[in-house]
């Protein structure tokens, strides 16, 4: 999976519009410190579905909404859009929004969808909020300290297998849900009997 485009807006320190041409090969992003760089990778990361305030340096998930400065009011939402294109060609635009006091939806080619679609699209392709192809600063230690489970699950991200578990958990529900119907109906022939 290529990512194309990212659209940013009200997303912490980026208050205006601003959008981003990925173009192939290497991109650089450079400026001086505190100008948003990493912003931009938590933009990523908040896209493709990332629940943890703390991974996104805030303390709630609210936080990512641009807070105001002593010359500019606080924006109400913050949505940011990342353009995709999978590897038989097939562009899809995944936008999530979040607004103070609403909580955050998410859009696949501007119709809604769930969060769960979101995770198991990106899953599939290898890629996510927790892939280990997004290093932030800090993680180099936290991948080398990391425990026997936490290595597994990078691995299963890397093979791309991690979008089955979340199959076979709703696999797992449904056959129990199957199973407590076919009770009740054994139930409901023993008493026809
Ligand atoms: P460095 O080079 O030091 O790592 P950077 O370019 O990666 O810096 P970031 O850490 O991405 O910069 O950006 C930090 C800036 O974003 C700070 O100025 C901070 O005030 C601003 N910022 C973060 N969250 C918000 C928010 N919700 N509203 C407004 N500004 C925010």
New binding site residues.
């Given amino acids: 999976m290529q990512f194309r485009r990212l659209r940013l807006s009200g997303f912490?320190?980026f208050v205006e519009p601003a959008e981003l041409r990925i173009e192939p090969g290497l991109t650089g992003v450079v400026?001086p410190?505190?100008?948003?760089?990493?912003?931009l990778l938590e933009a990523i990361r908040w896209v493709m579905g990332e629940s943890s305030a703390k991974s996104m340096r805030g303390s709630g998930m609210e936080?990512?909404?641009?807070?105001g400065t002593a010359s500019r009011p606080p924006r109400a939402f913050a949505e940011v859009s990342l353009l995709t294109e999978t590897a038989d060609g097939e562009e899809r635009d995944i936008t999530r929004r979040i607004e103070r006091g609403a909580g955050s939806a998410y859009r696949l080619n501007g119709s809604d969808v769930r969060a769960k679609d979101i995770a198991l699209y990106f899953a599939d392709a290898a890629t996510g909020a927790h892939s280990p192809a997004l290093v932030s600063?800090g993680r180099i230690a936290a991948v080398i300290a990391a425990k026997p489970a936490e290595r597994r699950q990078m691995l299963e991200e890397a093979a791309g297998i991690s979008g089955l578990h979340v199959r076979r958990k709703d696999a797992e529900q449904k056959l129990r849900a199957t199973e407590t119907n076919l009770a009740r109906l054994e139930d409901l022939l023993s008493q026809l009997d």
């Fill in positions: 912490k320190s400026g410190n505190g100008c948003g760089k990493s912003n936080d990512v909404i641009f807070a600063q």
